[in-house]
């Protein structure tokens, strides 16, 4: 990437107080994002993706949210820490430089209000005119995210829209006022699967279309192989590997993405094979013991000469060329490994 | 939406008919006589059943309703020769205690009622529904454990408690309601300050337990609401704080909230009989309690009994009107 990343977060850490102790959500997570570039974070629910992004985006509860290290938007004015910033000046970049999507498009829409009301809303934060010049711009977002008859639908409620509908409204949304960066929080979970193709090619065509740094949050390593140019992999709340697409699918370098790829059932292996699954629970986030978080799920902790798993924290570290992983394993070890259970 | 209206008009008149029969069939098989109860000192077998016949209660209780509801609509004759009283329609009956068309006794008491009612019901509604905002706003800080008292109290202080309390230690004390005239009634269009100082106390013991009930029910709606995805759409959006509290949470707590005002507010128009009888209240809850408990006044009885269903009635049938109008999932599926 020579242009320098619209979204550089460092060493950010995100804990919520419970009576039961502090659960540290996110842990020392670094990445960066540059206009045109897709970045996949993948991982298993409770892992922080989503708590991670959200803290990008200033939407956690400060009074009950520990939220420390920083997150740059390098916008044209210059870079501000979204961390650090005010929340009134965070709240202006939200919508403006920075937009979201979220899970579930069925319960992410007002009910009680027309679709064309919630998103000239959203445009008249940012734009001066008129309502008849919002909806104007409301129903060419409409007609822009494949919304047939948007000049009619615009007056409709969300209730009247199917799943895959909605989520298309919901992009309209973030992307009226044209934003640098889009934080898609697993975009096509709650749709079906042949709904989710579209949704997902109708994010890519707007991230061309707008040029923007796009963070896809999602489990589905389909989609990942598919839209993704660097591949973030979480556990336990923290970056276990990071790297290349590419990389991360063929040369996979920690455990659990290893892991992750295997339980993929293959097209052909269905008849002779048992789905694979990677055994046991994550660990709770309430004080995670010294050592790596993975190890009591992992089937290589052997191989690592002495206790070192138990006893040390493996650091990110890179591997090779832009290929970052969490793990004490060995490199010849790891050939052997990816080999055994990967089989590729 | 025309015929979503007709269906609910007509349904709402079939409760309110049969409301009224199932009232009339139960004042038919009390084991009560009326006849007996207004033949006087000078009691015998002759005259109660010359009583009967006056009091029309001689027929089968099919052909009474039937006059019941003729009278409803073209008014009705009471008694025979020279002690024959006229009671125009809507005539709902003759109390024979008060010697008074029952029509002339309810349009007396329901303004009186109908004051209570207004004027509790906006305290209320303003206290209770601030009340709980605030609350949910500052969840866990002192304003929020401040209101969690006060709904404690208002909840499960009855009102004949609260109000004997007000009018002893704060209206008469401090001379703040005059005690030959309390409860006198005075329409507000000719005296709107003496009505107020007639009503504020009242208002203030009813609307205590109403605004107790409503500060909870807002507190966890719009604690409930905020938790939405829509909310966080909203604030995702670059929304501030006000508007996202002022047109999306509270669009969404508040309508429930029509619906339980309207019944409420209904069923306080048939009557608060304790808050009528500490204050001394001329309305409908005492019309229905002296009926009841001293007069054996059927006709009055039966004439409050079914004014204050066709207010529930009503009410219900406005209140999901209303509500159409607020909630457009409701607008589409009707």
């Known amino acids: 990437m020579t242009q320098k990343p619209f979204l550089e977060v460092k060493n950010l850490n995100v804990a919520f107080p419970t009576e039961d102790g502090l659960v540290q959500a996110s842990n020392d997570i670094s990445f960066t994002v540059a206009r045109g570039e897709t970045l996949a974070v993948v991982g298993e629910s409770g892992s922080g993706k989503s708590v991670t992004s959200l803290a990008v985006m200033g939407l956690h509860d400060r009074k009950r949210t520990q939220i420390t290290g920083q997150a740059f938007?390098?916008?044209?004015?210059?870079?501000?820490?979204?961390?650090?910033?005010?929340?009134?000046?965070?709240?202006?970049?939200?919508?403006?430089?920075?937009?979201?999507?979220?899970?579930?498009?069925?319960?992410?829409?007002?009910?009680?209000?027309?679709?064309?009301?919630?998103?000239?809303?959203?445009?008249?934060?940012?734009?001066?005119?008129?309502?008849?010049?919002?909806?104007?711009?409301?129903?060419?977002?409409?007609?822009?995210?494949?919304?047939?008859?948007?000049?009619?639908?615009?007056?409709?409620?969300?209730?009247?829209?199917?799943?895959?509908?909605?989520?298309?409204?919901?992009?309209?949304?973030?992307?009226?006022?044209?934003?640098?960066?889009?934080i898609a929080d697993e975009p096509t979970t709650a749709l079906d699967v042949t709904v989710q193709s579209q949704i997902l090619q109708l994010i890519r065509d707007m991230q061309k279309e707008f040029n923007?740094?796009?963070?896809?949050?999602?489990?589905?390593?389909?989609?990942?192989?598919?839209?993704?140019?660097?591949?973030?992999?979480?556990?336990?709340?923290?970056?276990?590997?990071?790297?290349?697409?590419?990389?991360?699918?063929?040369?996979?370098?920690?455990?659990?993405?290893?892991g992750l790829l295997n339980s993929i059932p293959k097209i052909g292996e269905l008849?002779?094979?048992?789905?694979?699954?990677?055994?046991?629970?994550?660990?709770?986030?309430?004080?995670?013991?010294?050592?790596?978080?993975?190890?009591?799920?992992c089937a290589f902790s052997d191989r690592v000469p002495g206790n070192l798993c138990a006893t040390t924290t493996p650091t990110l570290d890179e591997k090779s060329t832009d290929h970052f992983s969490r793990c004490h394993l060995p490199e010849a070890e790891l050939v052997k490994a990816r080999k055994e259970i990967g089989g590729k | 939406m025309l015929k979503y209206l007709a269906r609910r008009l007509s349904a709402t008149l079939l409760v309110i008919t049969l409301v009224s029969m199932s009232v009339f069939g139960i004042f038919a098989v009390l084991p009560m006589d009326p006849a007996a109860l207004t033949c006087g000192k000078a009691c015998s077998a002759p005259v109660i059943e010359a009583n009967r016949h006056r009091l029309g209660l001689d027929v089968p209780v099919t052909v009474q309703y039937g006059r019941f509801v003729k009278g409803l609509f073209v008014g009705r004759d009471f008694g025979e020769g020279a002690a024959k009283f006229h009671c125009p329609a809507?005539?709902?009956?003759?109390?024979?205690?008060?010697?008074?068309?029952?029509?002339?006794?309810?349009?007396?008491?329901?303004?009186?009622?109908?004051?209570?009612?207004?004027g509790a019901f906006v305290l209320w509604l303003s206290v209770g529904v601030s009340l709980g905002i605030l609350a949910a706003r500052k969840r866990n800080e002192w304003q929020d454990?401040?209101?969690?008292?006060?709904?404690?109290?208002?909840?499960?202080?009855?009102?004949?408690?609260?109000?004997?309390?007000?009018?002893?230690?704060?209206a008469l004390k401090?001379?703040?309601?005059?005690?030959?005239?309390?409860?006198?009634?005075?329409?507000?269009?000719?005296?709107?300050?003496?009505?107020?100082?007639?009503?504020?106390?009242?208002?203030?013991?009813?609307?205590?337990?109403?605004?107790?009930?409503y500060t909870r029910f807002t507190r966890s709606n719009v604690?409930?609401?905020?938790?939405?995805?829509?909310?966080?759409?909203?604030?995702?959006?670059?929304?501030?704080?006000?508007?996202?509290?002022?047109?999306?949470?509270?669009?969404?707590?508040?309508?429930?909230?029509?619906?339980?005002?309207?019944?409420?507010?209904?069923?306080?128009l048939g009557g608060a009989i304790i808050t009528e009888g500490i204050f001394n209240l001329p309305g409908l809850g005492r019309l229905s309690i002296r009926a009841v408990?001293?007069?054996?006044?059927?006709?009055?009885?039966?004439?409050?009994?079914?004014?204050?269903?066709?207010?529930?009635?009503?009410?219900?049938?406005?209140?999901?009107?209303?509500?159409?109008?607020?909630?457009?999932?409701?607008?589409?599926?009707?």
């Not at chain 1, 979204?82 to 992410?108: C, H, N, T, W, Y």
């Not at chain 1, 990071?242 to 290893?258: K, N, V």
């Not at chain 1, 055994?279 to 009591?296: D, E, K, M, T, Y």
């Not at chain 2, 604690?223 to 002022?246: M, V």
């Open chain 2, 90 to 118: 809507p005539a709902f009956g003759y109390s024979y205690n008060r010697h008074e068309c029952v029509t002339t006794l309810v349009a007396e008491a329901f303004p009186v009622t109908l004051s209570l009612a207004v």
């Open chain 1, 271 to 297: 008849d002779s094979k048992r789905l694979v699954a990677i055994p046991g629970q994550p660990p709770s986030l309430i004080n995670l013991p010294q050592g790596c978080s993975f190890r009591a799920r």
């Open chain 1, 73 to 182: 938007l390098n916008l044209e004015s210059g870079p501000v820490d979204v961390i650090s910033a005010d929340d009134e000046v965070v709240r202006k970049l939200r919508g403006k430089a920075m937009s979201m999507i979220f899970q579930d498009p069925m319960s992410a829409l007002h009910p009680y209000y027309s679709i064309g009301n919630q998103l000239i809303e959203a445009w008249s934060l940012y734009n001066e005119g008129d309502k008849a010049a919002g909806k104007k711009r409301a129903i060419e977002m409409l007609d822009l995210v494949g919304i047939p008859d948007a000049a009619k639908r615009v007056d409709e409620f969300p209730h009247q829209f199917s799943g895959g509908m909605r989520q298309r409204v919901m992009i309209a949304m973030a992307l009226i006022n044209n934003p640098s960066l889009l």
């Open chain 2, 293 to 334: 408990l001293r007069d054996y006044d059927l006709p009055t009885i039966l004439a409050t009994t079914i004014l204050a269903a066709v207010f529930v009635v009503v009410a219900n049938l406005l209140v999901d009107i209303l509500y159409a109008y607020i909630d457009p999932r409701v607008r589409v599926a009707s």
């Open chain 2, 223 to 268: 604690i409930e609401t905020s938790s939405e995805d829509y909310i966080r759409t909203a604030r995702a959006k670059g929304l501030n704080e006000r508007d996202i509290l002022r047109k999306h949470t509270l669009r969404a707590a508040l309508a429930p909230i029509v619906t339980l005002a309207g019944l409420d507010f209904a069923g306080l």
């Open chain 2, 145 to 170: 454990r401040a209101a969690t008292a006060f709904v404690l109290v208002g909840t499960s202080l009855p009102t004949f408690i609260s109000g004997l309390l007000i009018l002893l230690f704060v």
């Open chain 2, 174 to 213: 401090f001379n703040l309601i005059n005690p030959i005239e309390m409860g006198r009634w005075v329409s507000p269009l000719e005296d709107p300050v003496a009505w107020f100082r007639t009503f504020i106390f009242p208002w203030i013991v009813l609307a205590l337990l109403y605004a107790a009930t």
């Open chain 1, 212 to 258: 923007m740094a796009l963070i896809l949050i999602t489990h589905d390593l389909g989609v990942v192989a598919e839209v993704a140019d660097r591949v973030n992999v979480m556990y336990a709340g923290k970056i276990v590997e990071s790297g290349g697409a590419e990389d991360i699918y063929y040369r996979p370098d920690h455990p659990y993405a290893i």
